[in-house]
């Protein structure tokens, strides 16, 4: 090597070298750039806690804040035990990462905590999946030795909720669906379908399909806006016909229904079904109508008649409730052969003319004569064992022939007569009321045989000077009791007065003897005689 050639390696070992110290002076000078940058961070950070106790020995929370007082860095809650409650991460004030919450044990020590939900937040909003568990163990809830199982899913964008899917304990869908527009689907835990529709802003739309456990079709139909429209079906459990439905969209935002709605037994009998109008308006009331038919089980005709609904109460939708029906029209009822067993016209809910009644063969057995709904003229009325009114001979014990005038009032110049259902007579006399009966003038009770059980004369005198609840009139009986051999068994004078209660301020009827009574044997022999005071006490 020469001298040049040894002048020249020099110079390059030599700028080489201060090159290369250069250079590593340069990163160490980035590094401590970076530590002193850090350094003021961590000095511009605070530690923050507080705590449950006075001593400051049970921690409550524990935090950091930024020099502008944010919360910066992990949040931990604790219980009073110190155990993690809540976990979340912040960058300048606002949730930033995965954020944790914590089961609580009823009984444990830090550590013992175990995962309930966590949630991602980018800069303060819910953004991506959150996640929420459970413990299982035996296929319940056990949250100390369960295995941890996801419960639900919720999936985020921008702090919204679009989807939600639940599960069920042993790990199957139970519920997958998004929140506004997309498929909403419900399952069996078995893992069979349950239900699938689809919402659009917010609101069903489409169609609509129910299952039952077993896999047959229990609901099929359409929504729109949320309400349904267009078929309805449902059916039984063992894939027979339950109901038919046909909506349409009405005025009020409810759903109308329009054309056929029938129902089923369970046995996918028909058990009746309505045809409905359109709404119609008339005086500024929206209104609708419907043709009734309800079946017998041979399927014959048991009723036939029309209805009117009114849309709206007080402004507000109504349901398709029959406490809102009014019969509008001519009612028909059946019997099971066929043959006609009433007729009557109706014009919301009153019988407004004559009612026919024929028997079982067609032939006419009475007529009654209504106006505006009030019974008028001659009229049969039935009653049960219990004296509730009945509709039908077929249910009544007792049946009752008695006359009302044209404002519907009971006609107390005629007679009114009590049947059994046999046709025996059961009492005959006068009416000042009924509901509860007011009997007077001459009455007269008679056993099954015809004889007379009982014969009262009643009059309807003005009280005297007796403490009783109110001014007012009593009702004084010249009563006359009989043996079923028709010989006389007892008389005197009873007293209908309306009397208070003893250690009540409430008043009631009461029927109480007063005067002379006198007693008899069947052969007609007096073998007693009693005396009762102004009271009712025997003296």
């Not at 999946?129 to 941890?148: N, T």
Request: with cysteine; aromatic share 16%.
């Amino acid at each position: 090597m020469n001298i040049n050639e040894f002048l020249l390696n020099g110079i390059v070992d030599y700028v080489c070298l201060n090159f290369s110290i250069m250079k590593t002076l340069k990163v160490c000078g980035l590094i401590l750039v970076s530590l002193f940058f850090n350094l003021e961070i961590c000095f511009s950070q605070k530690k923050m806690e507080t705590y449950y106790d006075l001593g400051r020995t049970k921690i409550k929370e524990r935090y950091f804040v930024n020099a502008s007082g944010q919360k910066n860095g992990l949040y931990t809650k604790y219980d009073d035990r110190g155990i993690r409650g809540v976990e979340i991460p912040y960058t300048n004030g606002k949730p930033n990462g995965v954020a944790k919450e914590y089961y609580l044990p009823g009984y444990g020590f830090p550590g013992d905590e175990r995962l309930k939900k966590s949630s991602t937040y980018v800069n303060g909003e819910q953004e991506g999946i959150s996640v929420a568990y459970v413990y299982i163990k035996d296929g319940k809830e056990q949250l100390k030795e369960g295995v941890q199982t996801k419960a639900m899913e919720q999936y985020f964008h921008k702090d919204k909720l679009e989807r939600e899917v639940q599960y069920f304990p042993n790990g199957k869908i139970a519920i997958d669906g998004y929140v506004t527009t997309g498929s909403h689907k419900e399952y069996y835990n078995n893992g069979t379908n349950k239900l699938i529709a689809n919402l659009k802003n917010g609101y069903y739309e489409g169609a609509w399909k129910e299952w039952f456990e077993n896999g047959n079709l229990a609901l099929e139909g359409v929504k729109k806006d949320g309400k349904w429209f267009g078929e309805y079906k449902s059916y039984n459990v063992d894939g027979k016909p339950n109901s038919f439905i046909t909506y349409t969209l009405g005025d009020y935002k409810g759903e109308i229904r329009q054309g056929y709605t029938k129902e089923y037994d369970s046995t996918g009998l028909l058990l009746y079904e309505y045809n409905w109008t359109p709404l119609v308006s008339e005086n500024n009331k929206l209104f609708q109508k419907a043709h009734v038919i309800i079946y017998f089980p041979n399927n014959k005709i048991r009723q036939e008649y029309d209805v009117k609904r009114y849309e709206t109460d007080n402004n507000s939708p109504r349901s398709y409730n029959d406490k809102y029906f009014l019969i509008d029209g001519t009612m028909k009822t059946f019997h099971s052969n066929g043959n006609l067993l009433s007729e009557a016209i109706w014009r919301e809910d009153k019988i407004t003319d004559q009612y026919k009644e024929y028997d079982e063969t067609g032939k006419l057995i009475f007529t009654q004569l209504y106006r505006n709904g009030q019974k008028i003229g001659k009229t049969l009325m039935y009653f049960n064992k219990d004296w509730k009114e009945v509709d039908t001979k077929s249910e009544a014990t007792i049946y009752r022939e008695i006359y009302f005038n044209d404002n519907g009032s009971i006609d107390t110049s005629k007679q009114i007569t009590d049947f059994w259902i046999t046709g025996e007579k059961q009492w005959e006399g006068y009416l000042l009321g009924i509901n509860p009966d007011c009997y007077i003038k001459r009455c007269v009770w008679y056993f099954k045989n015809g004889k007379i059980e009982t014969e009262k004369i009643i009059k309807m005198v003005k009280r005297g000077n007796i403490p009783y609840c109110q001014n007012g009139d009593d009702f004084y009986h010249e009563t006359k009791n009989y043996y079923e051999n028709g010989s006389l068994k007892e008389e005197g004078l009873e007293c209908l007065v309306y009397k208070a209660k003893e250690g009540s301020t409430r008043c009631n009827w009461q029927l109480i003897r007063r005067g002379k009574w006198k007693y008899y044997d069947e052969r007609g022999k007096v073998t007693k005689t009693e005396r009762y005071n102004d009271s009712g006490v025997l003296q």
